[in-house]
Each structure stands twice: as C-alpha cells, then as structure tokens.
C-alpha cells in the first residue's frame, strides 16, 4: 500500500512509463491505482519512429499488469525520506529477529 500512496503524490508530474512489449512512453500522470493502472495524458512515444502507430494518440489508459518500469522525475523523489523509512524498516527487522 505504501508503493500506490507514493504513486499518487506523483499524479499531474510528468513520468515515463516503460511497458514490457519495449515501448515507452512519456506523458502527465492522471490518475493510478492499487493494481498499477495508469492514466496519462499529453503523451509521446519516446521511438517514435518505431511505433509511429501511436503517433497520433494523445491520451493513455495503461493496465498495470504490462508495466515494467516508472521512470520518475528526480525532483519529485524525496531521497532523505525514502532513506529514514528504509532505516527504520530494517531496524524493526532486526528488532523482530532478535526477539
């Protein structure tokens, strides 16, 4: 549950999402879901020459099973936050271990 919150502080961030058939695709975050359905709008194909199929389409429905990667925008990651809930999480693991 922690992944699909994150994903939503994302939402009208530009992202690229790389499918598992190899296209990727840049485009506004819209919309997400728990499954990983994705919405984006205003996009483009990053080959477009390869898939010039797509060319025309301007907006996005993604089904969260063929999504291999989210590519983020560095600015919209807040390292220091992502390392203190790591921190913490291994600590409560070696906690729960110990006892």
């Known amino acids: 549950m922690l992944f699909f919150s994150f994903f939503k502080t994302l939402i009208d961030?530009?992202?690229?999402v790389e499918l598992k058939n190899e296209i990727s695709i840049r485009g506004t975050l819209?919309?997400?879901?728990?499954f990983l359905n994705i919405k984006l709008d205003n996009i483009q194909?990053?080959?477009e020459i390869r898939w010039p199929h797509?060319?025309?389409t301007?907006?996005?429905f993604i089904r969260g099973s063929v999504v291999r990667y989210i590519h983020l925008p560095s600015s919209a990651v807040d390292t220091a936050l992502l390392?203190?809930?790591s921190r913490r999480e291994a600590?409560?693991?070696k906690d729960k271990?110990?006892?």
């Open 45 to 47: 194909v990053v080959e």
């Open 13 to 16: 961030h530009e992202v690229t």
């Open 83 to 85: 390392e203190d809930a």
């Open 30 to 34: 819209k919309s997400v879901d728990q």
């Open 54 to 56: 797509l060319s025309s």
């Open 97 to 99: 271990k110990a006892a």
């Open 91 to 93: 600590t409560a693991a």
């Open 58 to 60: 301007k907006n996005l």
